[in-house]
């Protein structure tokens, strides 16, 4: 086989929250398979590897080698997780964001390092970042570079998509990094590319990835069984945000323990879940030097409960009303 196109991030820390593995697990994120290695070879009996992209489920299969044959192939959105499997399952893990062979592929349009169509989709069905760059209003664009983003220059920015697009469309993400980058101040060494924020966003926007992330985790908390693990894997800001706010509406905030117990039974609890990251875990020092994409990583863990799955108004795990950008 090629050599790794991916590197899981925070793998060894993640194996370690949800030690000792075994029975069946989701992997909502395939990829390339490196989680679902990691499960396997920690473990696990068997792995339901999730991915809406189809080049990913072959690569998976192609690199897991005769470990595929403990995996079952599903393509699919980990947001209905719970209907890959009949029965529940010994844990979820949810790796979020672009993959690093994404990435690197200039014809699925996610990297402006070199030019590419303007496409962004993680499957491949549904309106690509073209459609959205050179078809939505002048102030949708805005909200979308803002509150997906967090680029502080969204309006200024999607004035001038508008006006570059007036004059022909934009279909490569060269052009549409040039547009974004001359609105913006030159980064200063170690700093992100300028356009960086806004190609973040789009790759949100396209995706519907807020929405697919806080169904997911709802997904999870039903295809767990009482005891399940759910460990999910962050890059910014905004998603550690989301699943944080979904630990704290949804678990308790400890383990709660009958003191006056012959044996330390948990007590009933109402809540599905229990965190076992008092704070979100980050990567050390070597893997950081090792892997630069982990820089920006976050790992939660929780244990699921014996409590019945909540039903949760999309609106709980929404952000916070942010000021117009400007």
């Known amino acids: 086989m ?10 060894a820390p993640l194996l370690r929250a949800v030690a000792p593995v075994s029975g069946t697990w989701i992997d909502g994120t395939l ?33 897991l080698g005769s470990l595929a044959e403990r995996v079952t192939f599903h393509k699919g959105n980990f947001a209905q997780m719970d209907q890959a499997t009949g029965t529940p399952v010994d844990g979820v893990v949810l790796d979020l964001g672009v993959s690093s062979m994404q990435l690197d ?43 997906f983003g967090e680029e502080r220059a969204s309006r200024r920015i999607a004035k001038a998509i508008v006006r570059a697009r007036a004059e022909s469309p934009i279909t490569g993400t060269l052009r549409l990094a040039e547009i974004v980058e001359r609105c913006l101040p030159r980064p200063k060494p170690g700093q992100s590319r300028a356009a960086t924020r806004s190609f973040q966003a789009l ?18 908390e039903r295809a767990l069984k ?37 044996t330390e039974d948990t007590a009933p609890t109402d809540d599905p879940f229990v965190p076992l990251t008092r704070k979100a875990v980050g990567p050390d020092a070597d893997e950081t030097r090792d892997n630069p994409r982990a820089r ?10 014996d409590a019945p799955a909540r039903a949760i108004d999309a609106r709980a795990l929404s952000m916070p009303d942010l000021p117009k950008g400007r």
């Open 2 to 11: 090629a050599g790794a196109p991916h590197v899981p991030v925070l793998l």
């Open 31 to 63: 990829g390339a398979g490196g989680y679902t290695r990691g499960l396997l070879e920690a473990g696990a009996d068997h792995v339901i590897g999730i991915d809406r992209d189809p080049s990913a489920l072959e690569l998976a299969r192609e690199r």
């Open 105 to 147: 592929r200039p014809e699925r349009g996610f990297s402006f390092l070199r030019d590419g169509p303007l496409d962004m989709r993680m499957g491949d069905a549904g309106p690509t970042a073209a459609d959205i760059v050179n078809e939505a209003p002048e102030a949708e664009l805005a909200n979308i570079l803002y509150h």
């Open 203 to 220: 790759r949100i926007a396209v995706n519907a990835e807020y929405e697919a992330l806080w169904q997911g985790l709802m997904a999870a």
């Open 226 to 262: 009482p005891g399940g693990l759910l460990a999910v894997v962050t890059f910014h800001s905004v998603e550690d945000r989301m699943v944080k706010r979904f630990f704290q509406e949804h678990g308790a905030k400890k383990e709660r323990v009958n003191r006056y117990a012959a």
């Open 296 to 305: 920006s990583a976050k790992l939660r863990v929780a244990r699921r409960t």
